[in-house]
């Protein structure tokens, strides 16, 4: 079946090559992956062991800094195999100057770069972070070294994918030592592959070990200073759908009758600002729109001011609504916040991660589409750190309530970094 799997794959990435011909982006994006100069690596052909991690995007690289710095200290030499650019660039900002680090390019599972690599450099042990299946890799890893799968999950839709050909799934997750799941239901996914129970290990998520970049103390009240009255409380919306916008503004306009709150709406995509400021005028038709006076700024000075802001009285020149039209700040916003809500749940979209308001002491507000984060929600659960409502009425409820609450406990909680180093031993 590897076999086979090959001589498809040489047959694809051949009409692939043709086709890059006429598009430059695509030749960049092989050229750079397939003729990379592995021989001009760091401790190559060296005496000393190393580990190889492979992670598809920066999203695994975010959730695996805290293991990379956890083998660092314990002074291994790491190669980082990367598929995307952004993971790759956040690797370079992150290790590049790191004596004991590699970093380059996933090769596509090309059997003969892969091979090199392995016989260039002496890897003991493979990790591969979450469960991307390349049977290259799979085979030479469980041949020249131990290979394990960290923070492995299989969703519905890969399953029913991989049920189809579930012999030769099996026959490449068989080759890792160890496969850590992020869940019950994955552990069931897994053993349903037929592979041993013994092999198959539930720990909590990597990403409950990401430690996330804080904006200091004089940034926060800076902003405060410039941009609200002291006693206000500030509700941040993130990553919103269509439709919450509209339910989180019919909320604002119940709640705010003396003006005691200030909101600021972070669209999940930035081509929704002009729906977005649609929904501000037919609620608040009175507003006054400005442009170019909240300061982002106040956080760092790289980042530009949002252009859009709503005061609610013309005489005001304060903000009651600020439109975020920037990517990269959310999580700024988060740490001043006093409520949280996390778009794509109050619509079924399936939720985004909670993960951001936690790490910054804050208890979501969620609705009941949370199906692509369960996990996390049931932990957070577990500990009264998240509330979960199903209407507008509910959410003006809680926040009446005024309910503060420092969720900080739950990552010294749920990080299991130590007993996942203890499994590599």
């Given at each position: 079946?590897?076999?086979?799997?090959?001589?498809?794959?040489?047959?694809?990435?051949?009409?692939i090559?043709?086709?890059?011909?006429?598009?430059?982006k695509?030749?960049?994006f092989?050229?750079?992956?397939l003729?990379?100069?592995?021989?001009?690596?760091?401790?190559?052909?060296?005496q000393?062991?190393?580990i190889?991690?492979?992670?598809s995007?920066?999203?695994e690289f975010?959730?695996?800094?805290?293991?990379?710095?956890?083998?660092?200290?314990?002074?291994?030499?790491i190669?980082?195999?990367?598929?995307?650019?952004?993971?790759?660039?956040?690797?370079?900002?992150s290790y590049g100057?790191?004596?004991n680090v590699?970093?380059?390019?996933f090769p596509?599972d090309d059997y003969?770069?892969?091979?090199?690599?392995?016989?260039?450099?002496?890897i003991?042990k493979?990790?591969?972070?979450e469960?991307?299946?390349?049977?290259?890799?799979y085979?030479?890893?469980?041949?020249?070294?131990?290979?394990?799968?960290?923070?492995g999950?299989?969703?519905?839709?890969k399953?029913?994918s991989?049920?189809k050909?579930?012999g030769?799934?099996?026959?490449?997750?068989?080759k890792?030592?160890?496969?850590?799941?992020?869940?019950?239901?994955d552990r069931k996914?897994?053993?349903?592959l037929?592979?041993?129970?013994?092999?198959?290990?539930?720990y909590?998520n990597?990403?409950y070990?990401?430690?996330?970049?804080?904006?200091?103390?004089?940034?926060?009240?800076?902003y405060i200073?410039?941009?609200?009255?002291?006693?206000?409380?500030?509700?941040?919306?993130?990553?919103?759908?269509?439709g919450?916008?509209?339910?989180?503004?019919e909320v604002?306009?119940?709640?705010?009758?003396?003006?005691?709150?200030?909101?600021?709406?972070?669209?999940?995509?930035?081509?929704?600002?002009?729906?977005?400021?649609?929904e501000?005028?037919?609620i608040?038709?009175e507003?006054m729109e400005?442009?170019g006076?909240?300061?982002?700024?106040?956080?760092?000075?790289?980042?530009?001011?949002?252009?859009?802001?709503?005061?609610?009285?013309?005489?005001?020149?304060r903000?009651?609504?600020?439109v975020?039209?920037?990517?990269g700040?959310?999580?700024d916003?988060?740490?001043?916040?006093?409520f949280?809500?996390?778009?794509?749940?109050l619509?079924d979209?399936?939720?985004?991660?909670?993960?951001?308001?936690?790490y910054?002491?804050?208890?979501?507000?969620?609705?009941?589409y949370?199906?692509?984060i369960?996990e996390?929600?049931?932990?957070?659960?577990?500990?009264?750190?998240?509330?979960?409502?199903?209407?507008?009425n509910?959410?003006?409820?809680?926040l009446?309530?005024s309910?503060?609450?420092?969720?900080?406990?739950?990552?010294r909680?749920?990080?299991e970094?130590?007993?996942i180093?203890?499994?590599l031993?």
């Amino acid at each position: 079946m590897v076999i086979v799997y090959n001589i498809l794959r040489y047959f694809l990435y051949g009409i692939i090559l043709v086709v890059s011909i006429f598009n430059r982006k695509l030749r960049i994006f092989f050229s750079k992956r397939l003729k990379q100069n592995l021989n001009s690596r760091k401790f190559l052909n060296s005496q000393n062991e190393t580990i190889l991690i492979h992670m598809s995007s920066v999203g695994e690289f975010n959730l695996s800094k805290d293991l990379i710095d956890s083998l660092i200290l314990k002074g291994e030499n790491i190669i980082l195999s990367i598929m995307t650019d952004t993971g790759k660039a956040a690797a370079e900002k992150s290790y590049g100057n790191n004596e004991n680090v590699a970093i380059f390019y996933f090769p596509l599972d090309d059997y003969v770069c892969l091979k090199n690599l392995f016989r260039g450099y002496k890897i003991k042990k493979t990790i591969i972070i979450e469960t991307e299946i390349w049977p290259n890799l799979y085979a030479l890893a469980s041949e020249k070294s131990k290979l394990y799968i960290i923070n492995g999950r299989l969703t519905g839709k890969k399953m029913k994918s991989y049920l189809k050909i579930k012999g030769f799934i099996k026959k490449i997750l068989d080759k890792a030592e160890k496969i850590m799941v992020q869940s019950d239901e994955d552990r069931k996914r897994y053993i349903s592959l037929g592979l041993s129970e013994e092999k198959i290990k539930v720990y909590k998520n990597l990403k409950y070990s990401i430690k996330y970049e804080k904006i200091s103390e004089e940034a926060e009240e800076k902003y405060i200073k410039n941009n609200i009255q002291k006693d206000k409380k500030i509700i941040v919306c993130g990553s919103t759908r269509p439709g919450e916008e509209k339910i989180w503004l019919e909320v604002f306009k119940e709640i705010n009758e003396d003006r005691q709150y200030q909101m600021i709406l972070v669209p999940r995509h930035l081509e929704r600002i002009n729906e977005v400021i649609s929904e501000i005028q037919q609620i608040f038709p009175e507003s006054m729109e400005r442009t170019g006076e909240i300061g982002l700024g106040d956080f760092s000075p790289e980042t530009e001011n949002s252009k859009i802001s709503y005061s609610l009285l013309s005489e005001d020149r304060r903000t009651d609504i600020l439109v975020v039209d920037k990517m990269g700040v959310l999580r700024d916003f988060y740490q001043i916040a006093d409520f949280v809500f996390v778009g794509g749940t109050l619509v079924d979209i399936g939720g985004h991660s909670i993960l951001e308001p936690l790490y910054y002491g804050k208890k979501p507000i969620i609705g009941n589409y949370y199906q692509n984060i369960t996990e996390i929600v049931e932990d957070a659960k577990e500990m009264d750190f998240v509330k979960i409502v199903e209407n507008k009425n509910e959410i003006i409820e809680y926040l009446r309530k005024s309910e503060i609450v420092d969720t900080s406990e739950f990552f010294r909680k749920n990080n299991e970094i130590d007993k996942i180093l203890e499994e590599l031993k």
